[in-house]
């Protein structure tokens, strides 16, 4: 009896197996999966509870993340408590910050993509998820096996993300996963530009294997493959680490307040209309200054700046989407800096507007809503305040020979991360941003860097400008400083 058990139970087992593998043979997606996740240790990762790392994430030359997530290995609830004190705390259906006074233009979007950014091997499958379109793919001159994944429609904030992974076929580890964020975002603008993370440092952690070192890049859409001379960010966690699941690390504490998924574009505002701006930039601005003595004798366009002004400080920018807005403030910057030359002309420089130098970017002429702002309110009480990124200093232009190039096309929320990648790059390569003296082992830096230096968080500028840079800057020179010309950016 005990020999006819066994042996029937070897058969079942047997023919089982063979199911199984049919199964898989026939399913390449499921056998790449299963492979992927075995080569993970998901069974060693079935067993956590709780997961905690201390994360930075770099974008732009800045710190867009700095602090610790705690998050559910199994569940939706996370929490990210930044450096600064603040925390963001998701508690399965809410999003939240506290104090609840505090600024966290982001907090919902980073309490919740990163964790999955972080996990992504552990999430390949799961209630909701579709996998599809398996093929092969050469990404950066290496073969990968990948699939795409998507959401049904309740699936999270952004359903209509997707992501795709590029798995080793040697190792079946992930290296690269591509993505479009939907968040604050219509889907048809997102996919115009999706972006890739490359994962690196795979580390045995209590035996899940997990990616500690991360880049991020834009991709173009048609090829395949990165835009740009360098990434577009960086990341890296640390003292990863497993708990044991307690009700205290999700609970919200008094006086938090809610932070809201921001609608996307085409649920808002469409966003201001650029048309008039946009013909006056693509006519008059040229990639070393501005024909400031053609647009001058033109009465209608000098008309169609001062209309776009008007318009501009009639917007509800509530209706905006953050990106929106950001676009909005940069444009609303540059079209009120060339309205007050043109109030002025001619001149030789910004400097002689006024009774004392450099008075125009004090004057408060700039009317939004019910307010008139300056220059410099909404630069560096706006911009640089609640849509910090260093990169907003090559975007806005201050009509002078040594600022970076006004752009000859309006800042638009779609498009928002690449313009302001390239301005950046373009700087970075142009002889404004440094000078090299080969013999004297001296570079001289803009003193954009010497006046921003906290923006920038380098003490070399050089460190900075070395990430849009194909050739790297020698770290090791000497550094002095480009005296600043403020003489007007007349086109040559």
């Known amino acids: ?19 199984i593998s049919s199964a898989l043979a026939a399913d390449p997606i499921a056998a790449q999966v299963k492979a992927t996740e075995a080569a993970h240790q998901i069974e060693a990762w079935w067993g956590k509870e709780v ?18 997530f705690t998050f559910e290995a199994h569940g939706p609830r996370a929490r990210y408590d930044r450096a600064d004190g603040v925390s963001i705390i998701f508690d399965g259906k809410t999003a939240w910050v506290t104090p609840g006074a505090a600024e966290a ?30 093929s092969e793919k050469v990404f950066q001159g290496q073969s990968y096996v990948t699939f795409l994944q998507t959401f049904g429609s309740d699936m999270g904030d952004s359903p209509d993300d997707w992501y795709r992974f590029y798995i080793n076929p040697e190792s079946d580890q992930i290296e690269a996963m591509s993505y479009i964020v939907t968040y604050g975002k219509d889907a048809e603008n997102a996919n115009k530009q999706p972006s890739i993370i490359k994962y690196f440092d795979y580390t045995d952690v209590e035996g899940p294997l997990i990616s500690t070192r991360y880049e991020f890049w834009f991709l173009d859409a048609e090829t395949g493959e990165t835009v740009g001379d360098g990434p577009k960010g960086s990341g890296k966690i640390s003292n990863l680490k497993y708990l044991k699941s307690q009700e205290s690390f999700f609970e919200v504490p008094e006086g938090a307040t809610e932070l809201k998924l921001p609608q996307p574009e085409g649920t808002k505002a469409a966003g201001p209309d ?20 053609s647009w001058a004798a033109n009465a209608d366009d000098l008309k169609a700046l001062s209309d776009f002004l008007d318009y501009a400080g009639k917007l509800d920018l509530d209706a905006l989407t953050v990106p929106q807005q950001t676009a ?5 910057y540059n079209a009120a800096m060339l309205q007050a030359v043109f109030d002025n002309y001619p001149i030789d420089s910004v400097t002689q507007i006024g009774l004392i130098p450099f ?7 700039i009317q939004v809503g019910e307010k008139k702002l300056s220059l410099d309110d909404v630069e560096k009480g706006t911009l640089l305040k609640d849509y910090f990124d260093p990169r907003i200093h090559f975007a806005v232009n201050c009509a002078s020979e040594s600022c970076p190039p006004l752009r000859a096309e309006p800042f638009v929320a779609e498009r928002l991360e690449a313009q302001l990648d390239e ?5 970075a390569k142009s002889d404004r941003a440094a000078r090299i003296d080969s013999e004297k082992k001296r570079i001289t830096y803009s003193e954009l860097f010497k006046w921003y230096k906290k923006d920038f968080g380098v003490e070399n500028p050089g460190e900075y400008l070395n990430q849009y840079l194909k050739t790297p800057l020698p770290l090791e020179y000497k550094q002095g400083w480009i005296k600043y010309d403020w003489a007007l950016n007349t086109a040559k």
């Open 423 to 427: 301005q950046t790059r373009l700087f």
């Open 274 to 293: 650029y048309t008039d701006y946009a013909r006056l930039l693509a006519t008059y601005a040229e990639p070393e200054g501005v024909d400031y003595q």
């Open 1 to 19: 009896m005990l020999t006819f058990s066994f042996t029937r139970s070897f058969a079942v087992c047997l023919t089982a197996f063979s199911i």
């Open 51 to 68: 997961v905690q790392a201390d994360a930075e994430m770099f974008f732009g030359g800045g710190k867009a993340v700095d602090g610790r």
């Open 328 to 332: 909005f403030y940069i444009n609303l």
């Open 359 to 365: 008075s125009i970017f004090k004057k408060k002429f």
């Open 105 to 134: 233009p982001r907090g919902r979007f980073h309490v919740l993509t990163w964790p999955w950014f972080i996990m992504a091997p552990f999430k390949i499958q799961g209630e909701g998820i579709t996998l599809s379109e398996y």
